[in-house]
Structures are given as structure tokens and as C-alpha cells.
């Protein structure tokens, strides 16, 4: 899923579209990025064939838990940004 405001759109269904919209376009600028980094997270879950398995488990507080240092190196080793 390309990381363009389109794209995240795309990917996210019914009324969590228009909240995107609705947040990204009442967002000063100098949020605008946080915004479209959290919401290209929903929507990543949202295309996840096993959304709901993982939103039971975080709120069973049984999704396993990382370090931010194995998220990073993770990262790392796949080529993404770690910003």
C-alpha cells in the first residue's frame, strides 16, 4: 500500500475514510505527518487478513510484545525507514 494520503485512503473502509479526511484536514501543518504516519498504521491493519485476531489479542493484552530496538533492526534489515 503506497504511503500517499490516496493510498491510505484506499485503503480504509466507510465512515474511518472521512475520519482520516476529516483529521488530516482540520491538522496545522506541523502535524500533518504524525497524522498520515498513524493512519497509514490503521490502515495497514485494516488490509490485514488477520485484523481482528490482532486487535482481540491487543485488547486481551495477549499481542507479544518487542522492543523498539528489534523494531528498529527489523526495519533495518527490510529497508524501511526508520523515522
Do not use: H, S
Not at 23 to 36: M, R, V, Y
Not at 62 to 77: G, K
Request: glycine letters at 8%; hydrophobic letters at 40%.
Amino acid at each position: 500500500m503506497p504511503r500517499t494520503v490516496d493510498g491510505i485512503a484506499d485503503a480504509l473502509q466507510g465512515g474511518r475514510r472521512m475520519e482520516f479526511y476529516r483529521e488530516l484536514g482540520t491538522a496545522p501543518l506541523d502535524q500533518a505527518e504524525a497524522i498520515l504516519r498513524r493512519w497509514w498504521c490503521e490502515a495497514m491493519l485494516d488490509t490485514d487478513p488477520e485484523a481482528e485476531q490482532i486487535r482481540r489479542a491487543a485488547m486481551d493484552g495477549t499481542l507479544p510484545v518487542v522492543t523498539m530496538e528489534d523494531i528498529l533492526a527489523r526495519r533495518e534489515r527490510q529497508g524501511l525507514p526508520l523515522e
